[in-house]
């Protein structure tokens, strides 16, 4: 059975049993304990936890899953993956053990003709918390399964929580028994690769208080209404009814195997376990990186960014371990499309982009490859230098952390060099630095904010937003919250500013989203409490449906129920909207200009100043900036028309509509469309009535932000009037300086700049010539320390390290073959005293170094120093101590 099959009997069999099909959620939601969505239930969290209301009591879905925590066991055991597909069906305070343990069974074992998958139930097993003697009664009555089918585990196994305070409950997987061949009887206490677990149901019925592990924490009580949550893993269950081996090996996997087995060097399942893993790695990597990209995640050097950096370079990785040398990244995400399409055709409709990312991290990280070829041979050739057969675990790590160099490639090329390298060593390090990632993510992780308060005004209904009509409008008070606690009254007298939350039944404030921040303006009472006036500050949603209005409280007081005036300040309101309509004109103008890969990856807008991030490689031309900013400002001078329309999102985006990657949307949403073709987005914003009234728009410039992705920022209306203004000002200035005409400006400064840089140039050739001769004076005039020829001199000043490295060995190479050392030092610029010390072979040989003798000098001018053992560099703040230095140094040679 195929596993776009696998996915559709589970859906049809949930939706038959009255479940509502909800689509899978992005892998990026907005949750402060998740980088990825890690478990089919993480979109359904605000209902389990009673923030919100959910719309079904029953659903189901088939959720695109990501872990990466154990990314190194990738490809060794058989049966996980980085990505994939999570099936579940959720009750939400209707069926619990039951109904779950029915529905799961009848889909596992009716026979294929009557939709279910056919599983021989004399193979299955089940397992129940310690004390769960329900669940157990139920599998023997259900299900039919002996008492010696059904196993009980403690908490590690079968009780579930989120990892924080919420709620918990008691699980029941199921598992299938694969036969001896894969491992001794038992069941799945006793070999969980013969019982390989297919299905997970938990019963969530408690809350858990604060605890230190999965273990350890406290039961609080029950829940109000007990939920059925459970899991499915699709890839397991592919490769049962598949009869493969492993979850690398089914239908949708595979593929990717034989595309890098048709072009390596070495096959796959030829009885080499180490190139099976690097298959195996190659074909999981690819497509978790292509469902990351694809939900709008660009390679970085941190957080998401990082893993999915980190993923690609695993693939790279892996390919030249298996011999390919030719770039593979263009191929494999074409398998991936073509295998992954039928269910996810969001990697079809955006490929281009994908494949685009995708192989331009790969030609990034082969230039780190060859970077950190030629770090390993420098360090092999010290190590070697040294006397030494193992290159240091230091030297591995830093290969690997600081130059993204894999640890299995330096083992390789020291194998090449006649070298071994200190593992223990390397892991040690590597372990200390995963310790400290823990650390930093456990101090980060947190409790979902409790939004429990607001859940009564949650349920009764979303506010009314009437900004898109009027900028003012009268309002009830539905409730008032000070420090997230409800309260009935609130006045100005003891309180902070900002620390007031005031919800209305409507309003004309415009909640931060989509890039534009919120709204300002006042809330002010009517009637009796005239006197109540409150400034508003922020504007943000809760639940996505509930306006919470963020005030200082600045006279009188409010209550709940009161009838009061809410008004959005004009000027604000009318700058926020040029804005935002810039942001689209300039978005469209990208894509004119540079394509349709120019996609848009964030945004920022407030009155007269907008920024936008979009995905591309590599920084812009002036000329194409320039056309970017005469192309907007064409369509602002076009005065074309902003139409705005609710339709279906399906029908949206076949009209071509721009939606934000990875962002969820309603299945009705608003369409933004500017001058016709010219610009089509989805979008809740405010905007102007006309293109014109954005004013001019003046693009400040344009950066990076990350791998793949670069900023344009940009003036609007009158604030571009007065950037303008003072560029205007600035020109008129140093025109009148130079004394010629605005327009020769440019040319003057240029030649000003190079008759400078050749009169610095000049004055640096003088200087080192000085030196030099200063230099060739020293050898001739070098003193003989035991039997050392040392040349220690202070230098003279303005002189910078790389100038006292550069003199550094003309010397060391005028005083011979004989033992020597030489140590400048000098006042460098900028109170620093830079310095430098080398020493020769046969110094060496005496058991001088560099690196040792640098410490005589760091310690007299306040500063410190390092480097190898024949040369070495630091400097200090003290020039006071330099003849200090010196002395230190010509003892410490006399010691020796």
């Not at 590597?430 to 650390?439: L, T, Y």
């Amino acid at each position: 059975m195929q596993t776009h099959e696998i996915r559709k009997r589970f859906l049809d069999h949930f939706v038959k049993a009255g479940h509502t099909e909800v689509p899978s959620a992005s892998v990026i939601l907005d949750d402060p304990n998740l980088l990825f969505v890690n478990a089919g239930m993480v979109q359904f969290v605000p209902y389990f936890l009673g923030q919100r209301t959910p719309e079904w009591d029953r659903a189901t879905s088939v959720q695109k899953c990501i872990r990466t925590p154990d990314i190194d066991e990738v490809g060794i055991t058989t049966r996980h993956n980085t990505f994939f597909q999570m099936a579940g069906n959720f009750s939400f305070g209707d069926y619990f053990k039951r109904g779950a343990i029915e529905l799961a069974w009848s889909l596992l074992t009716n026979s294929v003709d009557d939709g279910g998958y056919g599983f021989d139930p004399e193979r299955l097993w089940a397992t129940v918390y310690l004390d769960d003697d329900e669940a157990a009664g139920l599998w023997q009555e259900i299900a039919g399964l002996p008492p010696e089918r059904i196993q009980r585990r403690g908490m590690a196994d079968n009780y579930w929580s989120m990892g924080i305070p919420g709620p918990c409950g008691p699980s029941s997987e199921i598992y299938y028994d694969r036969g001896p061949e894969y491992g001794v009887e038992g069941g799945p206490v006793a070999n969980e690769d013969r019982y390989i677990e297919i299905w997970n149901l938990v019963f969530m019925q408690n809350e858990r208080g604060e605890g230190t592990s999965k273990e350890d924490f406290e039961i609080l009580g029950p829940l109000p209404r007990k939920n059925i949550d459970t899991g499915m893993g699709v890839e397991r269950v592919a490769c049962l009814l598949q009869g493969v081996d492993n979850v690398y090996e089914t239908d949708l996997v595979r593929p990717v195997i034989d595309l890098v087995a048709s072009i390596a060097p070495r096959g796959y399942g030829a009885g080499n376990h180490d190139d099976d893993v690097r298959y195996r790695i190659i074909a999981d990597h690819s497509r978790t990186a292509a469902i990351i990209i694809g939900d709008g995640v660009s390679p970085g050097n941190e957080g998401r960014g990082y893993v999915l950096r980190r993923l690609l370079r695993r693939i790279i990785r892996a390919a030249k371990l298996l011999g390919v040398e030719q770039p593979v990244m263009a191929d494999l995400m074409v398998t991936v499309r073509d295998e992954m399409g039928p269910s996810y055709p969001e990697l079809v409709a955006d490929f281009e982009r994908i494949n685009r990312i995708a192989v331009a991290e790969e030609t990034a990280f082969n230039r780190t490859l060859a970077s950190g070829s030629k770090l390993f041979e420098e360090a092999a050739r010290a190590t070697k230098k040294s006397g030494a057969t193992v290159l240091s675990g230091s030297d591995a790590f830093t290969l690997h952390d600081t130059y993204g160099f894999p640890i299995d490639l330096t083992l390789e090329m020291a194998a090449e060099a006649g070298l071994s390298v200190d593992q223990e060593g390397f892991r040690t390090l590597m372990a200390e630095q995963r310790q400290r990632a823990k650390a930093d993510a456990a101090a980060r992780k947190q409790a979902h904010t409790d939004l429990s308060a607001y859940r009564e005004l949650v349920d009764a209904g979303p506010t009314e937003f009437t900004g898109f009509d009027e900028l003012a409008s009268e309002a009830t008070i539905l409730g008032i919250f000070v420090d997230g606690r409800r309260v009935p009254v609130v006045s100005h007298e003891g309180l902070d500013a900002d620390r007031v939350e005031l919800i209305l039944d409507r309003t004309p404030f415009y909640a931060e989203a989509g890039g534009q921040i919120a709204d300002e303006g006042t809330i002010s009472g009517t009637g009796s409490s005239a006197t109540a006036r409150a400034a508003v500050t922020d504007v943000q949603k809760i639940a996505r449906t509930l306006w919470a209005h963020r005030v200082n409280v600045e006279s009188g007081e409010f209550v709940e129920g009161d009838t009061v005036t809410a008004a959005v300040d004009p000027r604000w309101r009318r700058g926020a909207t040029q804005g935002h309509s810039g942001t689209h004109m300039v978005h469209a103008a990208l894509r004119q200009v540079l394509g349709p890969n120019a996609v848009q990856a964030g945004s920022l807008n407030r009155p007269g100043y907008l920024r936008f991030d979009f995905n591309w490689q590599g920084p812009l031309t002036e000329s194409q900036s320039t056309e970017i900013q005469e192309v907007t400002n064409q369509a602002v001078e076009a005065d074309y028309e902003v139409h705005t329309f609710t339709t279906e999102l399906e029908k949206a985006k076949a009209m071509g509509a721009m939606a934000m990657f990875g962002e969820r949307y309603p299945d009705q949403v608003r369409v933004v469309e500017i001058g016709g073709p010219f610009s089509l987005e989805l979008c809740g914003g405010t905007h102007v009535h006309n293109s014109a009234q954005i004013g001019p728009v003046t693009i400040l410039g344009e950066s990076s932000v990350g791998s793949g992705v670069r900023r344009v920022e940009a003036y609007v209306g009158l604030d571009s009037f007065r950037h303008l203004a003072k560029e205007r000002a600035l020109m008129a200035g140093l025109a009148s300086s130079l004394k010629v005409p605005s327009d020769e400006v440019p040319a003057r400064v240029a030649n000003l700049v190079e008759r400078l840089r050749a009169a610095e140039k000049e004055l640096d050739r003088m200087r080192l010539a000085n030196a030099r001769a200063a230099a060739a004076n020293a050898v001739a005039g070098a003193e003989t320390v035991g039997r050392v020829r040392l040349v220690a001199q202070r230098m003279s000043s303005g002189m910078s390290a790389n100038d006292l490295r550069s003199l550094v060995g003309d010397i060391r190479g005028k005083l011979g073959s004989e033992p020597a050392v030489v140590a400048l030092i000098a006042d460098g610029d900028n109170d620093t005293v830079p310095f430098v010390v080398a020493v020769n072979p046969a110094a060496q040989d005496l058991g001088l170094r560099a690196n040792e003798l640098v410490k005589q000098f760091a310690a007299p001018v306040n500063g410190r120093g390092g480097g190898k053992t024949d040369l070495a560099q630091g400097s200090g703040k003290g020039a006071a101590g330099i003849d200090a230095a010196l002395a230190a140094l010509r003892a410490e040679i006399g010691r020796s």
